[in-house]
């Protein structure tokens, strides 16, 4: 499965950006996640949708950012509300079969898609 993110790019403190996650197969029974890498840190999982259970959020991040998924679509988004310039980062979509931030990622990583928050 390939994975591609796009939706990215440069807003204001308190703006919105919808991030699309498109995979080349069929996503279903996989749990699927956004993470992010900022500069000088390592990658961290910014929140998580399986395909039965409610998702899972960072603290960092509850009540700011919504993710969803359409299987018919192949397709995971993140919704990202009252943007914060420490959101700043690149953000990626994978599925981590071990747990949340275990480690054990099922697909090799996109590019990415570069979030900026600044005024």
């Known amino acids: 499965v390939k994975l591609v993110e796009s939706g990215g790019g440069s807003v204001q403190p308190g703006g919105s950006l919808r991030l699309t996650c498109a995979a080349s197969e069929n996503i279903i029974g996989y749990s699927m996640g956004w993470y992010r890498q900022a500069p000088g840190k390592q990658r961290e999982p910014v929140a998580v949708v399986p395909n039965w259970e409610s998702p899972t959020y960072d603290d960092s991040v509850k009540g700011r950012f919504f993710i969803s998924r359409d299987n018919s679509k192949n397709s995971v988004y993140l919704q990202m509300t009252s943007l914060k310039p420490e959101d700043t980062a690149e953000y990626f979509c994978?599925?981590?079969?071990?747990?949340?931030?275990?480690?054990?990622?099922?697909?090799?990583w996109g590019q990415g898609t570069q979030v900026t928050v600044s005024s």
């Open positions: 994978n599925s981590d079969r071990c747990g949340w931030n275990a480690g054990c990622y099922e697909f090799e």
